[in-house]
């Protein structure tokens, strides 16, 4: 079984930063792919970064500029940097994993962007 815990959400200030990360509780090598999605109130889950296993990160329109997406193989740990945060931005952010078969999610982090 396969468990991905999220950290680093909270209340800031448009403009703040914040750093969210996703521990995995085995080897992320093993995973095709990792990712960040979020989930505003009244509005569908959607993707924010991705990260393939070879390195290669995709992003949103919206947050292109903004976050940055990476990993950390040694401590299996899946990061989100975002910088320049906007009121916009507020929403549950999850994890993502997945193999070729099986998606693993885990339950989220709020980020609150206050203006």
């Known amino acids: 079984q396969v468990q991905l815990v999220e950290s680093g959400g909270g209340l800031v200030q448009a403009g703040g930063s914040l750093r969210l990360s996703c521990a995995a509780s085995?080897?992320?090598?093993?995973?095709?792919?990792m990712g960040w999605y979020r989930q505003a109130p009244g509005k569908q889950r959607e993707m924010v970064a991705t990260?393939?296993?070879?390195?290669?990160?995709n992003y949103a329109d919206s947050v292109k500029g903004r976050f940055t997406i990476s990993r950390d193989n040694a401590k299996n740990t899946l990061y989100l940097q975002m910088n320049s945060l906007k009121p916009e931005d507020t929403a549950v952010y999850y994890c993502?994993?997945?193999?070729?078969?099986?998606?693993?999610w885990g339950e989220g982090t709020l980020v609150t962007v206050s203006s």
């Open positions: 993502n994993a997945r193999t070729l078969i099986v998606n693993y």
């Open positions: 990260c393939t296993r070879d390195g290669e990160a």
């Open positions: 085995r080897n992320i090598v093993s995973f095709n792919a």
